[in-house]
């Protein structure tokens, strides 16, 4: 949050420094909006241009990609108006140097001026806040109702505890499988089940396992309890 913060400031700071840098002098005391667009890609003529025309639109425009990267807080789009302020500045530099037959700073002549400062200065600036920016991170997974998303049971979590030692009862395709809670006993000995719990033989009232084994208990090993007088 800093990062950006800081970074939009020095961003708005560049993008300030290229706009302003064509109401300056560049050469010779010659302003900024005096050069022609067109003059950078086909020769520096002394031609004074409007300034719509002029080298303040291409610096427009990158104070305009500024503005959206800010909000956006898009470092690619503040790159690209670093980019293009220091891009159109070195063309027009080739231009009258090619023009002038070189380049001069101070002497005799003025030679290159505080206005092509100001977009060096502006450009460099734009590029330093689309470093500094640490723009928009990604999301995080969303929780769900304040809470973390659940987790899925891994091996031993979430299921009940077996005894080892329990007994286990083979069945026969179609037998009832005994999910139902433990029986109770009548006065003959016999495991009755609740009424509608033990899906064949429950309307009997009979324990299904008990079928075919003469009244024994529900477990094949054990005898039926006795019923005290």
């Known amino acids: 949050m800093v990062r950006n913060v800081i970074g939009s400031i020095l961003a708005l700071a560049g993008a300030t420094a290229a706009v302003w840098s064509p109401f300056r002098a ?16 086909g020769g520096i003529t002394d031609a004074e241009a409007e300034v719509i025309g002029s080298i303040l639109l291409p ?12 909000v956006l807080r898009s470092r690619l789009l503040v790159a690209l108006a670093g980019l293009i302020v220091l ?8 231009r009258v140097g ?25 450009g460099v600036l734009l590029l330093l806040a689309a470093g500094l920016m640490s723009g928009r991170r990604r999301a995080h997974a969303a929780r769900v109702d304040g809470h973390e998303p659940p987790r899925q049971a891994g091996p031993g979590q979430g299921e009940a505890p077996t005894d080892p030692h329990a007994p286990v009862y083979p069945h026969d395709e179609g037998s009832p499988t005994r999910t139902m809670d433990e029986p109770h ?3 003959q000995g016999r495991g009755q089940w609740s009424q509608g719990q ?32």
């Open 185 to 187: 006993w009548d006065q």
């Open 59 to 70: 610096f427009a425009f990158a104070a305009l990609v500024t503005l959206v990267g800010v």
């Open 198 to 229: 033990g899906g064949q033989g429950g309307q009997s009232g009979q324990d299904p396992w008990d079928q075919g084994r003469g009244g024994h208990g529900p477990y094949p090993d054990e005898p039926p309890p006795r019923h005290r007088s």
């Open 26 to 41: 560049w050469y010779d005391g010659r302003h900024g909006s005096d050069y022609r667009i067109g003059d950078l890609f």
């Open 98 to 122: 090619q023009a002038e037959g070189g380049l001069t700073v101070g002497g005799a002549r003025r030679g290159l001026d505080d206005g092509v400062f100001f977009a060096l200065g502006g």
């Open 87 to 94: 891009g159109f500045t070195v063309l027009w530099m080739v």
